[in-house]
């Protein structure tokens, strides 16, 4: 449960740490139910299982990567792993995403594993999330993410953009200098005052970091010894409508029509306030 205090800090920043959720015990099992999922060997399979370096300047016109690089990504990854599934359930997560996106019902938009492996990690370029999920409305989405090792900067953590959740959708005007500072291609899009400072995010081994989905964020190479593994679930308000206004690999698992309410078995109800 946050605090009062928390839910001010995640107001004002657009993002905000919380505790550590998740045991040494848990994270060696999401570990290796994820090197299974990687590795093809689970019966059930994820959405995507991919080198995001192969994808990513269609994503990110904003930061390429090198042939070398590799970002792995796994989308849903509860479809393949029951403990994955678990993990999205967990009640004090679930709780503080309802807390923080002030609903009482939340479902699983998508969740995402990204691993920067030792040495060849590469980066994940300046984004916001709501911008690349084209088919759902309205932008109050709320994200968990939890460190499999812990997050600093030498491997790789993500960086987020304080205050930037509330400048709408900049995804277009945002670019990256060489050494992964982010900087808005036409200040004057944005609202007065607003600076672009980006800070380090931390996160420990079973710790858990919240992000609203317009915040700006990115994360560099890990191009330490260290691996960099992590598991962010996307959960969306439970008015959360399906709004289809471009491509999105979920598109092929929603049930229901323009305007409805995305509901189905593809996007369970995992917290519902009693
Ligand atoms: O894991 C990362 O470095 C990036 C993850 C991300 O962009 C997200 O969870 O929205």
Known sequence: MLSEGQIKEFDTNGFLKGGVVLGEDEVETLREELEKVMDG?????????????????????????????????????????????????????????????????????????????????????????????????????????????DAVIENGCMWMVPGSHKWGNQMKNMATTPEFKPYAKDPGQLPEGAAVEAVPFEIKKGQVGYHHCLTWHGSPHNRSTMKRRAIAVHYMPGYTRYEPAGGHVMNDYVEVGPGDILAGEHFPVVYRKV
């Open 41 to 149: 060997r689970s019966v059930k399979r994820p959405v995507l299982n991919r080198n995001m370096r192969e994808s990513e300047s269609k994503l990110y016109d904003n930061m390429k990567m090198s042939v070398d690089e590799k970002v792995v990504q796994v989308v849903n990854i509860w479809m393949a792993s029951d403990a994955f599934y678990r993990h999205a359930c967990h009640s004090v997560i679930t709780e503080e995403i309802a807390q923080l996106c002030r609903t009482d019902t939340l479902r699983i938009w998508h969740d995402q594993v990204q691993y920067k492996p030792p040495l060849s990690g590469g980066p994940t370029g300046w984004h916001q999330d709501h911008p690349l999920w084209p088919i759902i409305q309205p932008a109050e989405l709320v994200s968990a993410w939890v460190a499999l090792d």
